[in-house]
Antibody, heavy 123, light 110 residues
Framework: QLQLQESGPGLVKPSETLSLTCTVS??????????WGWIRQPPGKGLEWIGS???????YYNPSLKSRVTISIDTSKNQFSLKLNSVTAADTAVYYC???????????????WGQGTLVTVSS | QSALTQPRSVSGSPGQSVTISCIGT?????????VSWYQQHPGKAPKFMIY???KRPSGVPDRFSGSKSGNTASLTISGLQAEDEADYYC??????????FGTGTKVTVL
């Protein structure tokens, strides 16, 4: 059973870079042609797709965040990562990692999801 | 891209049916049959409930059903149960390798 787990600092200062890692267990991140995504949810608000990465390293980002986001993948560690720079209080959210639907048609749904990790932006 | 529009809340008594709408445009909901739905209980990660507009993953009760008409997708919960009280989000592929989520709907079981 595939499982995803987010990890990283729970507190980031304004203007600094938020860095999170998603560790995949129960399967290889590079064994099939999957995309892997990041989604966030500010407290009391809705879900927002941040971006996704293909097992080969191709990346796609939400246009509203594209200038500040970098997603990378480390197949040797079975992990993919998120970096969001120049953060403000508006970036305070629970950050989830998730796997896309299997091929063909890999942009159809997200499942499974990690449990999420709260990142607070505050000085 | 903009968030898809959902009603803020819907409610129903146990055993009744409720329907949640997800309004998009011809560029997202209306343009692709790639609408999915997620259930989220407080403090929990979203749970995958519906895919490709109408299909249910294994393990999802058949009282959950999805449909689409034009630019509006819908999730119907029939025979409402107490455990169905949660937030629900639609999600659609919008082309150019981009996803959009709905604004979310709180379902209350009276």
């Amino acid at each position: 059973q595939l499982q995803l787990q987010e990890s990283g600092p729970g507190l980031v200062k304004p203007s600094e870079t938020l860095s999170l890692t998603c560790t995949v267990s129960g399967g290889s991140i590079s064994s099939s042609a999957y995309y892997w995504g990041w989604i966030r949810q500010p407290p009391g608000k809705g879900l927002e797709w941040i971006g996704s990465i293909f097992f080969s390293g191709d990346t796609y980002y939400n246009p509203s965040l594209k200038s500040r986001v970098t997603i990378s993948i480390d197949t040797s560690k079975n992990q993919f990562s998120l970096k969001l720079n120049s953060v403000t209080a508006a970036d305070t959210a629970v950050y989830y990692c998730a796997r896309h639907s299997p091929p063909p048609g890999t942009w159809r749904w997200f499942d499974p999801w990690g449990q999420g990790t709260l990142v607070t932006v505050s000085s | 891209q903009s968030a898809l529009t959902q009603p803020r809340s819907v409610s129903g008594s146990p055993g009744q049916s409720v329907t949640i709408s997800c309004i998009g445009t011809s560029s997202d909901v209306g343009g692709y049959n790639y609408v999915s739905w997620y259930q989220q209980h407080p403090g929990k990660a979203p749970k995958f409930m519906i895919y490709d507009v109408t299909k249910r993953p294994s393990g999802v009760p058949d009282r959950f059903s999805g449909s689409k008409s034009g630019n509006t997708a819908s999730l119907t919960i029939s025979g409402l149960q107490a455990e169905d009280e949660a937030d629900y989000y639609c999600c659609s592929y919008v082309g150019s390798y981009i996803f959009a989520f709905g604004t979310g709907t709180k379902v209350t079981v009276l």
